[in-house]
């Protein structure tokens, strides 16, 4: 039987998920890490699936820590641009990485569509150890809509465009305690936290 680790490695170095992570992983006692603070690089993400690059990014930081790991690969997925950006979302303008070029990129593709339909994805995947042959995989789902103007200031990424119809909203404007209810990442977070209590 596997113990529940105390202290795991984010294969991230997104402030924002590490804020959201920590918080949630709290509940449990865990105690999250960033991998900067192993001084380790990114790992690539060359495939096109969330779960894929998620799962690379998980063994990444596991090898090099020795430590379980958790990555989360998400990004969000626009109806009328086919499901774009899709895993693409941090990079959707190029390199350097850029919120600000990525939601301006976003609003241009969007010029002149009705649909503005949209959904945040989050997959997180957890493992015991680099070689993990049954990693724990979550999935979360937030569906919303995007709008042209920005509004608050909580939050990153598309979280200013990214309006919650029943809200009347964005994600930046709601608090983070609402956020990790309702968003694609606080769904996924809750599924894991869940499945991590199983796992003594």
């Not at 865990?30 to 799962?55: D, G, K, R, Y």
């Not at 990129?105 to 995947?125: M, P």
């Not at 983070?176 to 209590?197: D, P, Q, T, Y």
Request: charged share 25%; with cysteine.
């Amino acid at each position: 039987m596997k113990q529940i680790a105390k202290k795991i490695v984010l294969a991230s170095n997104n402030a924002g998920k590490l804020r959201e992570f920590s918080q949630m992983l709290a509940t449990i006692d865990i105690e999250v890490l960033p991998q900067v603070h192993f001084n380790i690089p990114e790992a690539e993400e060359p495939h096109i699936t969330f779960v894929e690059n998620a799962l690379a990014k998980a063994r990444h930081a596991a090898q090099l820590t020795g430590l379980p790991a958790l990555a989360d690969d998400s990004g969000i997925c626009v109806a009328a641009l086919g499901g774009a950006p899709g895993v693409f979302s941090a990079r959707f303008a190029g390199e350097p990485k850029s919120d600000e070029r990525n939601n301006q990129k976003l609003i241009a593709d969007l010029q002149g569509k009705a649909d503005r339909r949209a959904h945040y994805v989050a997959v997180l995947v957890f493992v015991h150890h680099a070689d993990d042959p049954q990693p724990i995989v979550v999935e979360g789902e937030w569906h919303g809509e995007i709008i042209d103007t920005p509004r608050g200031s909580n939050g990153f990424g598309y979280d200013p465009y990214f309006l919650v119809p029943d809200l009347d909203q964005t994600a930046a404007e709601i608090s983070a305690e609402e956020k990790n209810k309702r968003s694609h990442r606080g769904k996924a977070l809750a599924l894991l936290i869940e499945r991590l209590k199983l796992d003594v």
